[in-house]
């Protein structure tokens, strides 16, 4: 009986936990319609578009962000440059970033924040007149993550703390997060501790082991795994 009730449990869990997407480079993440963004044979693609977008010049993209589904920013660091697209993937236009830019992220229609790991610092840069308009003091270790938008900036640091920076790229707070799995946009509404998804302090959903990243938008979990995204609903309270 106790093993019959384990394998009813067992196949239930695999049942709710959908495989989205197979053979996948990258997860990118989930924008807030629910599209599913990731890399797959050098190319970024949406879900719920056919085509995608590939730079045959510059390679696949090493940071892409998708905070405004409207403009998208792929960053290629070899070539210190920026590509920005709309919402079908189609190419609106490129530009320069300084020498040493890390990691990207969106501020504003003109402007985006990037980290700089000559000078170790965080910056607030207007591509329409490429020049930087603010700076945070240097950072003592090297930057892992960055998210943005016009109010803040979010990084995620090599001694496991998540540091919320204001407009003006000043420190606001700081947290740490070790042995905590954060959410690709990088707030910490949701995070995966212990084998479970956890909201706040409580825990919500049991997860599966060897998840490395994942989102969560309108009560679904999308999560990637050994290559695959999967997608698992979230139990309403």
């Known amino acids: 009986m106790k093993l019959w009730i384990l394998l009813f449990f067992c196949c239930l869990n695999c049942f709710c936990q959908n495989v989205l997407i197979k053979e996948v480079t990258k997860f990118i993440g989930i924008d807030i319609y629910e599209n599913c963004y990731y890399l797959q044979n050098n190319a970024l693609h949406k879900s719920s578009l056919k085509n995608d977008y590939k730079n045959i010049e510059y390679g696949t993209p090493d940071v892409v962000d998708i905070s405004n589904p409207?403009?998208?920013?792929?960053?290629?660091?070899?070539?210190?440059?920026?590509?920005?697209?709309?919402?079908?993937?189609?190419?609106?236009?490129?530009?320069?970033?300084?020498?040493?830019?890390?990691?990207?992220?969106?501020?504003?229609k003109d402007k985006i924040w990037l980290y700089d790991n000559m000078d170790m610092m965080l910056k607030l840069y207007n591509f329409k007149t490429q020049k930087t308009e603010i700076t945070s003091i240097p950072f003592k270790e090297n930057i892992l993550e960055l998210r943005g938008n016009l109010n803040q900036a979010l990084v995620v640091n090599k001694e496991n703390q998540l540091i919320k920076f204001n407009f003006l790229a000043r420190k606001e707070a700081a947290i740490n997060i070790e042995n905590i799995i954060l959410p690709l946009s990088l707030t910490n509404n949701y995070v995966i501790k212990n084998g479970g998804l956890y909201q706040k302090n409580n825990k919500i959903l049991s997860t599966p082991d060897k998840i490395e990243s994942f989102e969560v938008i309108n009560n679904k979990l999308y999560f990637f795994k050994e290559n695959n995204i999967y997608t698992l609903s979230i139990p309403k309270n």
């Open 70 to 108: 409207l403009q998208i920013l792929l960053l290629y660091k070899f070539f210190n440059k920026v590509v920005l697209l709309d919402n079908q993937l189609s190419f609106i236009t490129q530009f320069e970033v300084p020498i040493g830019t890390e990691l990207i992220a969106n501020a504003s």
